[in-house]
């Protein structure tokens, strides 16, 4: 009997990001974002690299800070120290707020890393067509 070889998992898994297209209309969401742990320490650099260029450096992010686990004050992300914030709202529970001095305030609806793929699609896809 032989084993196969299971084929080496990705360095960096496929980003589940979804933004919405550009309007002259504020949207109260931005997009989404379906993280793949609670750990915001693995899960921000991934999503600020998968970001559009136009947001330019994101300096702050404010999260849920009984959703994450752990969130120090600040964290370095491709040598540029991004501020991080808490919050204990229920309001914010599900969403990620992301600021770039200068250019604009985005908010991210996060999906739970834990919703099934069949759950997490709609959802994405009401975020990034400003239907939630």
Known sequence: ??????????????????????????RPIDGAWWP?????????????????????????ATVNGTTWSAVPGRMLVSNQAVRLHRTLGASAAHTIVLL????????????PPDTTAEAAEPLMAAAASGRV
């Open 100 to 111: 770039s001095p200068g250019r604009g305030r985005w908010d991210l609806l996060v999906v």
């Open 36 to 60: 793949r742990s609670y750990d915001l320490l693995t899960e921000l650099p991934r999503v600020l690299a998968g970001l559009p260029q136009a947001w330019g450096h994101i300096a702050s």
């Open 1 to 26: 009997m032989t084993t196969a070889l299971q084929p080496p998992l990705p360095s960096h898994p496929l980003l589940r990001l979804r933004l919405a297209s550009r309007s002259a209309m504020p």
